[in-house]
C-alpha cells in the first residue's frame, strides 16, 4: 500500500473509531431501547394492508381488481308548489365480484332528515352562550323536519315485492336466491319524500325560497336510493350516514326524465336528449354560439328572460331527458330564476362546455366570474391528472352551498342587493367554484370512499384547488389586485400552522373517519392538502410529484382508491421513500418544530485536544502510534490558541502542511481553497415531524449560502443532529426554514444568533405611542 492510501486507511480507521466513540457518548440519552422500532423512518408494513391480487404492492390495480356496476332508469316529477319530489327507478345491479351475494344494500341518504333519525343524536351538546335567532328557533322550538324516503315498493324484474329491511339510512334488499358471481339483477324503487329548505336546514340539497318573488330554486342530489359500493376492501360498504362522512358509489349509466314547471329551466348530469323539446328557437341559436365562443361565455338564458319568468308560475310540465355513461351518482337544479350562461374549453382536443346558473341574486359577480372558474378548473386539473372525460361541467348558485357531484356542482357567493361585493365575497365564490368542480376529478372519476376517507377526495381536491387558484390569478390578473398573487386560503404551508400547534384534545390524524374529528376543515381539507403542496415543492420536487400525481391520477379514474394505493403509487413513480413522511403527516398529529440549538467555532491546531489525549491515555496510545493528524480546537476552550484565528490549516498544523507538500503538485497547492473557519452547529427537533432541513448561512461579507439537508439526516436521531460548516468567510448567521416552506409552528428557534422577539405587551406599546 502507498504512503497516500496508507495514510488515508489509517486515518479513516482512527476517525471512524472516534466518531463512534463520540456518538455513544452523545446520544446515550436520546438512543432509548427499541429505538429504531420507533423510528420515523421504520416502513409502513405494519399500518399497510398486504398487496394482493387486487392491488398490487405498487400502488396499481391488480390483475383479479374488480368493481361493481349499477344501471339506473328513473323518472322524476317535482311538484314545486309542495316542495316534493316522486320517484321511481329500475336499477339493474352487475355482480363483477368473485363473491355470490346473499342481499344487496342500497342507501338510503335523505333517511338523515326523517324525523325519527339519530343523526341528531350522535353529539353531545351544552348551553351555548348566545344562539343566532333561527339557530334558537331550529333547535329548541321548531318541529323536526321530516324529509326521509317514503318507499312506496320494491319489486323484482317480474313485478313481483321484494321484502326489505331499512336500518336508517341503509336498506337491504332480501333477494330470493344469491347473486352468484358474474351475474345481473334489475328490480324496481318507487318513493317520494319532502324536500328540505337547504338554506335554513344547512342540507346538501334542498331548495331556497325566495320570498320577494315567491320562487324556489333547487339543487336536488341524494334523491333517489343508490346503491352502495362491495368492494374487496370493505366487502358491502354500508357505513351509516351521519351528516359528515360523504359517499361511496358504483359507476353506472343512467337514463333519467325528469319532470318540472314548463317555466322552469335545468340542468343536470348527462347529456340532454330532448334539447329541440325544451330550448326555444333563440336559446337554440344562442346555445349554438356558445359552442364555438371559447374566450368568453354566451348568454343562453339573460336576466331580464329570467325576471319574466319568475312572475309566471306555469301549470304545465316539461319533460328534461338525460343519459350519462359511467358515473358514480346524479344531480340536477331547476328554477323558473336561473339565468345560463355557457362557453367551450378545448381539452385534449375535444370540446368541453363550462356552464353556470344563477338567479339575479348572483348578479353582477356570477356572470362576472363563474364560468371563468369552471373553465380554468378543467384546463388545470387536466393538466395534471387526465383530461376531463365529460361533455359539460356545471356552476350552479345556492345561498350557504358547497356540494359536488358528476358534471354539476353548487357554490355560494352572493353580491349585497344593490349588486356590490367584497374581495372576500369574489375570492370565496371563486374558491368554492374552483373546489367544487374539481371535484369531477377526486372523486367523481377518481372515485375513493369518502364516507371512511374524507381526505382522499377533499384533501387532493383542496391541493389541486390552490394549483388553480393560482393560475387563475395568473391567467386573470384584472380580476386580482395588481401585482398580486391570489389569496389562497388554503395550501401554503404558514396557514396550517396554527391548527398544527393547536390543541391535540382537539386534533386528530388525517387517517381518520371524517365523523370521528372536531375540526373537519384543517383536518380533511387544509392539512392534506398543505401536506401535498409541501411534498410538491420542499420533499420530491414538482417534476417527480407532477409524474406521480399523474399516475395516480391515472391509474386509478374510474375506479375505486384506497389511502395505501395513493401512497404506493406515489413512491413506485418517483424512486423516493416517502413512509416517515406519510407516517408524520397522516397517520399522527405530531407537527414540524426544527431550530438552531447551539454553535460551535473551531480551529486547525498542530497539538492534540484534551479530549484526543483522554482517548489515547484509555488505550496506552502516542502520537507515535497514530498517523500524522490534524486537531481541531474550539474557541474558548482550555485547547484554543488566540494565535489560530485568522490563519489558514497549513499554517497552523505542520501535519497537514508537510501532508499536502508530500502528495500534491505546485499547481495543485495553488488551486486548493483554504477554509479557515470550522463550525459545528447542532440542530434539535423539538417536533416530531421530520423534515428537510433546510438552511440559510450568512457571512461576515453579506453573502448567503443556502444548503438543504434531506430528511433522512434524522433517521438515527430523532432529537438532534450536528452539521460541520468548513468555509473562508466568517459565519454570522443561520435561519432554518427562511421561507416557511415546512409549517414549522415555531420560528422562534429557528435563528442563530436568537432574534429578540417583542412581546405582545411591547408591540401594544409601540402601537399606542405611535398613535
Known amino acids: 500500500m502507498n504512503k497516500v492510501k496508507y495514510y488515508f486507511a489509517s486515518m479513516l480507521f482512527l476517525l471512524g473509531a472516534i466518531a463512534i466513540a463520540q456518538e455513544g457518548e452523545e446520544g446515550k440519552e436520546e438512543r432509548k431501547p427499541g429505538h429504531y422500532n420507533q423510528s420515523k423512518f421504520k416502513q409502513l408494513y405494519e399500518e399497510f394492508s ?34 316534493k319530489l316522486y320517484g321511481e327507478e329500475t336499477i ?29 343524536l350522535r353529539n353531545g ?49 332480501n333477494i330470493p336466491k344469491p347473486l352468484k358471481s358474474g351475474e345481473q339483477i334489475s328490480f324496481s ?12 336546514g344547512r342540507g346538501r340539497s334542498g331548495y331556497e325560497y325566495f320570498p320577494k318573488d315567491g320562487n324556489k330554486a333547487y339543487v336536488i342530489a341524494q334523491f333517489f336510493p343508490r346503491m352502495a359500493v362491495y368492494s374487496d376492501v370493505e366487502g358491502w360498504q354500508n357505513h351509516q350516514f351521519w351528516g359528515s362522512g360523504e359517499f361511496a358509489l358504483p359507476f353506472g349509466n343512467y337514463e333519467v326524465n325528469i319532470t318540472v314547471p314548463a317555466d322552469h329551466i335545468l340542468d343536470a348530469t348527462g347529456v340532454l336528449q330532448n334539447r329541440d323539446d325544451v330550448f326555444s328557437k333563440e336559446m337554440m341559436k344562442r346555445y349554438k354560439m356558445a359552442k364555438k365562443s371559447y374566450d368568453k361565455p354566451v348568454i343562453i338564458v339573460n336576466q331580464a328572460e329570467a325576471e319574466a319568468a319568475e312572475k309566471g308560475f306555469s301549470e304545465k310540465k316539461k319533460t328534461w331527458k338525460f343519459k350519462a355513461t359511467n358515473v358514480r351518482d346524479y344531480g340536477f337544479a331547476t328554477s323558473r330564476k336561473f339565468i345560463w350562461d355557457m362557453q367551450a374549453v378545448k381539452i385534449g382536443g375535444k370540446d368541453v362546455m363550462a356552464v353556470s346558473l344563477y338567479p339575479k341574486e348572483g348578479n353582477p359577480l356570477w356572470e362576472e366570474q363563474s364560468t371563468k372558474a369552471v373553465a380554468q378548473t378543467l384546463e388545470t386539473y387536466s393538466k395534471h391528472t387526465f383530461d376531463y372525460p365529460y361533455h359539460k361541467a356545471i356552476s350552479v348558485h345556492a345561498k350557504n352551498q358547497g356540494m359536488e357531484y358528476p358534471m354539476i356542482c353548487w357554490n355560494y357567493g352572493r353580491p349585497n342587493e344593490d349588486g356590490t361585493y367584497s374581495d372576500r365575497t369574489k375570492y370565496g365564490m371563486i374558491s368554492v367554484i374552483i373546489h367544487e368542480v374539481g371535484h369531477n376529478f377526486f372523486p367523481m372519476i377518481v372515485n375513493s370512499d369518502e364516507r371512511q376517507w374524507g381526505w382522499m377526495d377533499e384533501g387532493l381536491d383542496t391541493f389541486m384547488q390552490y394549483l388553480t387558484e393560482q393560475e387563475f390569478g395568473k391567467n386573470y390578473p384584472e380580476v386580482i389586485a395588481p401585482n398580486k398573487a391570489y389569496p389562497s386560503r388554503r395550501g401554503e404551508a404558514a396557514k396550517i400552522v396554527p391548527y398544527m400547534a393547536g390543541d391535540q384534545s382537539y386534533i386528530s390524524p388525517i387517517m381518520s373517519n371524517p ?23 420542499t420533499v420530491m420536487g414538482k417534476e417527480l410529484f407532477d409524474h406521480a400525481f399523474k399516475t395516480y391520477a391515472q391509474r386509478w379514474k374510474f375506479k375505486h382508491p384506497t389511502p395505501e394505493d395513493f401512497f404506493r403509487t406515489m413512491e413506485d413513480a418517483s424512486a423516493v421513500d416517502l413512509d416517515w413522511y406519510w407516517r408524520g403527516w397522516f397517520y399522527t398529529t405530531d407537527y414540524v418544530d426544527i431550530g438552531v440549538k447551539g454553535v460551535k467555532k473551531y480551529y486547525v491546531s498542530n497539538k492534540p485536544t ?30 484554543y490558541d488566540p494565535e489560530l484565528k485568522g490563519k489558514s490549516p497549513t499554517e497552523t498544523s505542520q501535519n497537514l502542511k508537510e501532508f499536502m507538500m508530500d502528495n500534491m503538485t505546485e499547481a495543485e497547492r495553488a488551486q486548493v481553497k483554504e477554509p479557515k473557519y470550522f463550525y459545528e452547529i447542532t440542530f434539535d427537533k423539538p417536533g416530531g415531524i421530520p423534515m428537510p432541513l433546510i438552511v440559510e448561512y450568512t457571512y461576515a461579507d453579506g453573502s448567503k449560502e443556502n444548503i438543504t439537508y434531506p430528511p433522512e439526516i434524522w433517521r438515527k436521531n430523532d432529537a438532534e443532529v450536528k452539521r460541520v460548516l468548513s468555509t473562508q468567510k466568517e459565519l454570522v448567521g443561520i435561519v432554518v426554514d427562511p421561507k416557511l416552506e415546512t409549517a414549522d409552528i415555531d420560528t422562534a428557534n429557528n435563528s442563530w444568533p436568537i432574534k429578540e422577539e417583542k412581546s405582545d405587551f411591547d408591540k401594544f406599546k409601540e402601537n399606542i405611542k405611535g398613535k
Not at 95 to 120: C, G, I, M, T, Y
Open 50 to 83: 398486504t398487496p394482493n391480487t387486487y392491488r398490487s404492492a405498487s400502488g396499481a390495480p391488480g390483475p383479479d381488481y374488480y368493481q361493481q356496476r349499477a344501471d339506473y332508469a328513473m323518472n322524476i316529477e317535482l311538484d314545486d308548489k309542495n316542495s
Open 92 to 120: 339493474t345491479y352487475f355482480n363483477n365480484s368473485p363473491d355470490d351475494l346473499e342481499f344487496l344494500w342500497v342507501q338510503l341518504d335523505q333517511n338523515v332528515r326523517a324525523k325519527d333519525s339519530k343523526s341528531p
Open 515 to 537: 365523523e370521528n374529528v372536531y375540526q373537519l376543515g384543517p383536518n380533511a381539507y387544509g392539512k392534506p392538502a398543505t401536506a401535498l403542496n409541501i411534498l410538491r415543492e
Open 189 to 200: 324503487i318507487k318513493w317520494w319524500y319532502n324536500i328540505n329548505d337547504h338554506v335554513n
Open 610 to 639: 484534551k479530549q484526543m489525549e483522554k482517548y489515547m491515555a484509555d488505550r496506552n496510545l502516542t502520537e507515535a502510534d497514530l498517523p500524522p493528524l490534524v486537531y481541531l480546537a474550539e474557541e474558548g476552550s482550555e485547547d
Open 125 to 173: 351538546n351544552g348551553v351555548n352562550f348566545a344562539y343566532t335567532a333561527d339557530n334558537f328557533a331550529n333547535t329548541y322550538i321548531n318541529e323536526p323536519f321530516d324529509g326521509g324516503f317514503n318507499i312506496e315498493f320494491v319489486k323484482d324484474a317480474n313485478g313481483r315485492p321484494l321484502s326489505y329491511t331499512i336500518n336508517q339510512t341503509m336498506m337491504r334488499v
